[in-house]
């Protein structure tokens, strides 16, 4: 048997690790997009989480983690997107420092708001090898703990949080559509759902341009990411060693959605629900209103908004 990055008692520990600095996010309804998924579509708001995504919850238990020893040193990453705004914030609560590898050409406004919450960003060129480098030697100056974007374990059963409470606040549920990328997510609330409700569909959105997860779970060998454009620019990495197993063997399905209908999706919500959501969190929403529309095999879903941190220069485009 598999043995997992996570188990059930570790997303449960990691609940009561992280309450006292979470939020415990909503559950929304919107009677037009049941109507256009034809079922009840349950939306699980981490959009409302701190940082604006559910990055939190991972880099949180990842920092509250760490033994006093290891804190005192730091904490090192390298990304440009949620994760290192959620990491700057869980060691500021920590009272550690926190070291973000950053590529110069990072948004001002993602490295403005790592800064406002405490992290030191050390800027590298924009390629994986550059940052992985750059993160490698801030370890080796500072001796700070190492905490990735999606493959780590405490970071999975942060992530698997999620479940936990969606499952609590939708009693009758009979699937969950996740967006993925590097699969952090993905792997916890899998995890954890399965665990709680065995019978209950995990399902994967991601972008069709940027498909490798679902590649993977068609050939059943994991496919690295092909760097192709999305506007979904937080779904563009590759599985893990930790979370491709998880995708593999215990996610349902992986499915994609086109370009146009994730800038669809975004419109819908934000004429509709009235909720500022990233492109990220539109995938899961176009999956319900796409692809699984016609799929008799569940009748209510939980979608994932995922995050809402949205560059607003861009907006125009997106949904236009």
């Known amino acids: 048997m598999t043995e997992f990055a996570a188990n059930l008692s570790d997303i449960q520990a990691a609940a009561l690790r992280i309450a006292p600095w979470i939020h415990r996010t909503p559950v929304m309804r919107c009677a037009h997009l049941d109507a256009l998924a034809d079922r009840p579509l349950h939306f699980k708001c981490e959009i409302f989480q701190r940082t604006g995504s559910f990055k939190f919850r991972g880099a949180c238990n990842a920092v509250m983690s760490l033994t006093d020893e290891q804190a005192k040193r730091g904490v090192v990453t390298h990304s440009s997107g949620n994760h290192a705004q959620a990491l700057a914030l869980a060691a500021k609560l ?3 420092a926190a070291y973000v590898v950053m590529p110069h050409d990072s948004a001002r406004t993602k490295v403005a708001a790592v800064e406002g919450y405490g992290g030191r960003v050390i800027y590298c060129e924009p390629t ?3 940052r992985a480098a750059a ?21 999975i059963a942060g992530q698997g949080t999620i479940a936990i409470e969606l499952l609590d606040q939708v009693k009758i549920l009979d699937a969950i559509i996740v967006p993925l990328g590097g699969g952090g997510m993905i792997s916890g609330i899998t995890i954890a759902a399965r665990a709680l409700r065995p019978n209950i569909k995990i399902i994967g959105a991601e972008p069709e341009t940027v ?10 060998s994991r ?19 930790l979370t491709w197993p998880v995708v593999r063997d215990l996610v349902d399905s992986v499915v994609t959605v086109s ?7 975004l419109r819908l919500v934000y004429e509709r629900m009235k909720v500022v959501i990233e492109p990220s969190a539109a995938v899961g929403i176009a999956t319900a209103l796409g692809v699984l529309r016609d ?21 125009s485009e997106l949904i236009a």
């Open 94 to 96: 920590r009272g550690i």
């Open 295 to 315: 799929r008799r095999d569940f009748q209510s879903a939980g979608v994932i908004l995922c995050g809402g941190n949205i560059d607003l220069d861009s907006l």
């Open 211 to 220: 498909g490798d997860a679902a590649l993977s779970k068609r050939l059943g």
């Open 128 to 130: 994986v090898a550059a």
């Open 259 to 265: 370009e146009a209908e994730i800038k669809s999706a």
């Open 135 to 155: 993160a490698q030697e801030v370890i080796a100056q500072t001796g700070g703990a190492f905490i990735p974007p999606y493959d780590h374990p405490m970071v």
């Open 223 to 241: 496919q690295p990411a092909t760097g192709a454009v999305t506007v979904a620019d937080g779904l563009r990495t590759s599985l893990g060693d």
